[in-house]
């Protein structure tokens, strides 16, 4: 099926560095979500952005929603390691809650 | 508040059996989606309730079906099990019919042997 290009596939980090990954698309979406999954357990929401342009943050996290609505990064700063895990982007669009997924971005972070 | 739960956590099946998952939403949310997380393909769309109706379908077989109920629970239901049906199941609930973003539950691990 289809999904969103996101990037990196998987990120190496030591703790205290900041780190960008991001997602693009062929299509529009009206908002993109970022989720991070932990081991043994579902996504859980971090960011949801509404609005082309719009910049929205999380605590450390900072994501923002693409002027062309095809594309969407998300920014952690300073790591910590509760920060590992894999980082999920999505699409939504108006016509129910459909999402479509990203590939995912592992994280590890090196104390 | 309690989150999205989903039941059993972890189920191993024969092929050629069948299947029954279910999922309690978010008390309040009237709309329940599917997922199916493996390696290979990563998170897909199954299908989507909203006030006991199928909104949404994704590019699975007829095998896979599901439900919602008046209380907005839902359950998934796969039949004539296959290997590659080996996968993370997970239910999402969100508040609206549109445009809400989803919460999810911790799935259902599904090993097909």
């Known amino acids: 099926g289809q999904q969103l290009n996101q990037s990196p596939q998987s990120m190496f980090i030591q703790e205290g560095e900041d780190v960008s990954m991001n997602c693009t698309s062929s299509?529009?979406?009206?908002?993109w979500l970022w989720y991070k999954q932990d081991p043994g357990e579902g996504p859980v929401l971090l960011i949801a952005?509404?609005?082309?342009?719009e910049l929205t943050s999380n605590g450390r996290l900072t994501a923002q929603f693409g002027i062309t609505r095809k594309d969407s990064f998300l920014n952690i700063s300073a790591s910590i390691p509760s920060d590992v895990g894999i980082y999920f982007c999505?699409?939504?669009?108006?016509?129910?809650?459909?999402?479509?997924f990203g590939g995912g971005t592992r994280l590890m972070v090196k104390p | 508040k309690a989150g999205v739960t989903q039941t059993p956590r972890y189920l191993i099946k024969t092929r050629g059996q069948q299947v029954t998952l279910s999922c309690s939403p978010i008390?309040?949310?009237?709309?329940v989606s599917w997922y199916q997380q493996t390696p290979g393909q990563g998170l897909q769309f199954l299908f989507e309730?909203?006030?006991?109706?199928?909104?949404n379908k994704g590019n699975f077989p007829g095998r896979f079906s599901g439900r919602q109920f008046s209380n907005s629970r839902s359950e998934m239901n796969v039949s004539t099990l296959e290997l590659g049906d080996s996968a993370l199941y997970l239910c999402?609930?969100?508040?609206?019919?549109?445009?809400?973003?989803?919460?999810f539950g911790n799935g259902t691990r599904l090993t097909v042997t």
């Open positions: 999402a609930s969100s508040r609206q019919a549109d445009n809400s973003p989803l919460h």
């Open positions: 299509s529009i979406f009206n908002t």
């Open positions: 952005l509404y609005k082309a342009g």
């Open positions: 999505a699409g939504q669009n108006n016509a129910g809650n459909m999402l479509t």
């Open positions: 008390s309040g949310h009237r709309s």
């Open positions: 309730y909203f006030s006991e109706t199928q909104r």
